[in-house]
């Protein structure tokens, strides 16, 4: 998806029909900090992933990889990563996936 996390959040929220009061009180959070994490502003909180997900019905593992693409694009706009260091990096993740899988199988 081409949008960050927090407005993918937001168009989540609206599709429902929630305001930003109620979806901040069925995540147990103040509606100024989720306003600004559908802002930018303010990172999602891992660990109420499940619970976002079974509000809006959406999988869970869908629901993560949103989230970790998300986390993952900031890190690289941070640390002003080149095209050739992420496929280096996609390398070196398919060197570690290889290598914890033929550990497993000793």
Request: charged residues 35%; proline residues 0%.
């Amino acid at each position: 998806m081409k949008t960050t996390f927090g407005e993918y959040i937001r168009l989540l929220r609206k599709e429902k029909g929630l305001t930003l009061t109620q979806l901040a009180a069925m995540l147990d959070l103040d509606s100024a900090n989720l306003s600004k994490m559908e802002n930018g502003k303010r990172d999602f909180d891992e660990k109420r992933l499940s619970k976002l997900a079974k509000i809006f019905n959406i999988n869970i593992n869908e629901l993560r990889d949103e989230y970790i693409t998300d986390q993952l694009a900031k890190h690289i706009i941070k640390t002003k990563c080149t095209k050739q260091l992420l496929k280096v990096a996609e390398q070196k993740a398919e060197y570690r996936r290889t290598h914890h899988k033929s550990l497993q199988t000793q």
